[in-house]
C-alpha cells in the first residue's frame, strides 16, 4: 500500500509551510463573498490561495503551467488536500474569482495582514526597526508605443502640513502670511502606455527606461518579515507614499517602531520632519547633489542659523529674502559684490549676477536625519540594509518571478505583489521555525 503521505518527503517545503501556517483565517475573510444557498459547490477558498501561494513559492510564473504541475506533483496534491484522483480545478478559477468574486475587495491586503500578524505572534516581527526600498516590474507593455498626455503629478500626503510652515515661517520672519490658495497637483506632458495605461514610464540614472510599476516594500529588522508592499506607477517618486505607508503600518500591527532605514531616494526634508514628529529616527543614504561640475556646490557655502544667512567661500552674506509657496526660503546676494568676486565663473550664471540659494522650512530635520547615518548605530543600521530590503527583493526577483508584472492594470499588479510577498513571508516563517524546532532541545 502506497499513501500520498508516504510519497511527500518529511523535509519538504510544503511539509514545513503547513506545519508552520494557520489558513483557517482565509475561510472566515471571505465568507461573505460566497452564496450559501445557490450554485454549485465552490473550491474552497483556501485551497484556492494555498494554490496561489504554490505558485510563488516555487516560481511557476503561469497559472495554466501551474495546474499542470499540480496534476502530477504529489506535494502539490498533499498540500492542497487532494486526493491522487481527485481533477485538478481549471486555471480560468483564478482569473474568474479575480473579476468577479474579489473584484473590488481587499482579499490579498487582508490575507498578508494576517500572515504578518502571524509572524508577530510568533516572535519573528517586531517592528522596532525597519528597512524600506522600491523595486520596479516591468510592465506587459510596449515602451513605443503610448501617447503624450498631460497628467496631474501624484499629490503629497503633507502638503497641509507644509502650507501651515510656511504661514509660521513668514511670520517669524516678519512677513506677512500668503493669500490661500489650494494647491494643485502638477501637470505635466506625460508618456502613457496604449496598452497598459496605469504603469508609469520610468527614466532613472542607472535603470532601463520604459513602462513600469514600483513594489514600495518595508521589512522587519528581525527575520526580514515583510510588514507592507504598496504598489504605484514607475513615474512616482519613493517619497509619495512613505509616511503614509508608515502610519498604516504603526496602527495595523500596532508597531512601536524606533528607527528606520531607508535609501537615497527617501532622503528630503518632509520625510525628515514626518520621522521626527512620530519620535523615529531615520537614517537615510547619502544622495548625490545634481548639477553641472565645476560649479560651487551648496556645501560649500556656510549657514549660519543665528543670523539666517548664508555665507558664501569669498566671505559674502547672503540674507533672508522670503518663503515661497513649494516651502523654500530664499537668500540672495549683492550684485555688485557679485560682479568683482574672483569665483564668479563658478559660482552663477545669472545675467544680474546674483547667486541664489534656497533652504527648505524643515531642511534642519533633514540635516538632523543626515548626520544620524555618520553615528556608530546609524551606520550599524545602515549596513543591515543589504541583508534585510535588498535581500527580500533580491529573493523575490530571482525566486518569485517578481521581475515582471503578471497582470495589466495597477488592481492586478497590486494583487500580485501582495500574494508574492505574503508566500515570501510564509516561507520565512517556515524556515525559522523549523530551524527553531530541529536545534531545541527534546
Not at 491586503?109 to 516581527?125: K, N, R, T
Not at 520672519?173 to 494647491?183: Q, V
Not at 556656510?302 to 533672508?320: F, I, M, S, T, W
Request: proline content about 4%; hydrophobic content about 35%.
Amino acid at each position: 500500500m502506497v499513501t500520498l503521505e508516504s510519497l511527500v518527503p518529511a523535509d519538504h517545503l510544503l511539509r514545513k509551510v503547513e506545519a508552520a501556517i494557520d489558513y483557517s483565517f482565509i475561510r472566515e475573510l471571505t465568507e461573505g463573498l460566497y452564496c450559501l444557498d445557490n450554485g454549485r459547490p465552490p473550491i474552497a477558498p483556501e485551497t484556492l490561495f494555498k494554490a496561489l501561494f504554490i505558485g510563488y513559492l516555487f516560481g511557476i510564473r503561469s497559472e495554466r503551467q501551474l495546474m499542470r504541475e499540480i496534476e502530477v506533483n504529489v506535494a502539490y496534491r498533499w498540500f492542497l488536500g487532494l486526493r491522487l484522483t481527485d481533477k485538478v480545478f481549471d486555471a480560468s478559477t483564478f482569473s474568474q474569482n479575480r473579476r468577479r468574486r474579489f473584484d473590488g475587495t481587499d482579499i490579498a491586503q487582508q490575507i498578508f495582514d494576517h500572515i504578518v500578524e502571524q509572524a508577530i505572534e510568533l516572535g519573528l516581527a517586531d517592528g522596532t526597526v525597519l528597512y524600506t526600498d522600491s523595486t520596479h516590474l516591468k510592465a506587459s507593455a510596449n515602451k513605443s508605443k503610448f501617447d503624450s498626455e498631460m497628467v496631474a503629478k501624484s499629490r503629497a500626503a503633507y502638503w497641509d502640513d507644509l502650507d501651515a510652515a510656511i504661514s509660521a515661517d513668514r511670520i517669524a520672519h516678519g512677513k506677512k502670511p500668503l493669500k490661500p490658495k489650494p494647491r494643485e497637483a502638477e501637470i505635466k506632458e506625460t508618456r502613457v502606455s496604449r496598452t497598459d495605461p496605469d504603469a508609469g514610464y520610468m527614466v532613472r540614472d542607472g535603470k532601463p527606461k520604459g513602462f513600469f510599476y514600483l513594489d514600495h516594500r518595508t521589512v522587519d529588522s528581525k527575520h526580514s518579515i515583510i510588514t507592507d508592499t504598496h504598489v504605484k506607477a514607475g513615474n512616482v517618486h519613493d517619497s509619495i507614499p512613505y509616511i503614509e505607508r508608515l502610519d498604516r503600518q504603526r496602527r495595523r500591527f500596532d508597531l512601536d517602531v524606533k528607527a528606520v532605514g531607508l535609501d537615497a531616494g527617501y532622503a528630503n526634508a518632509p520625510i525628515a520632519q514626518g520621522l521626527e514628529e512620530r519620535g523615529i529616527l531615520g537614517v537615510t543614504a547619502y544622495l548625490r547633489p545634481a548639477g553641472p561640475k565645476n560649479t560651487l556646490r551648496k556645501r560649500q557655502f556656510e549657514y549660519d542659523p543665528k543670523a539666517d544667512v548664508y555665507r558664501c567661500p569669498n566671505g559674502q552674506e547672503l540674507p533672508y529674502s522670503t518663503t515661497g509657496r513649494g516651502g523654500y526660503r530664499y537668500y540672495h546676494s549683492d550684485p555688485e559684490k557679485c560682479r568683482e568676486c574672483p569665483l564668479l565663473s563658478s559660482c552663477t550664471k545669472n545675467a544680474k549676477a546674483q547667486k541664489t540659494l534656497t533652504r527648505h522650512v524643515w531642511a534642519d530635520a533633514r540635516e538632523r536625519v543626515d548626520a544620524h547615518r555618520k553615528t556608530d548605530w546609524g551606520k550599524r543600521i545602515y549596513d543591515r540594509r543589504k541583508e534585510t530590503v535588498e535581500r527580500s527583493f533580491a529573493d523575490a526577483k530571482q525566486l518569485f518571478g517578481h521581475r515582471y508584472a503578471r497582470y495589466r492594470g495597477l488592481t492586478g499588479v497590486k494583487w500580485q505583489c501582495l500574494l508574492a510577498a505574503t508566500a515570501q513571508n510564509i516561507k520565512k516563517i517556515a524556515m525559522v521555525m523549523d530551524q527553531t524546532t530541529t536545534t531545541s532541545p527534546a
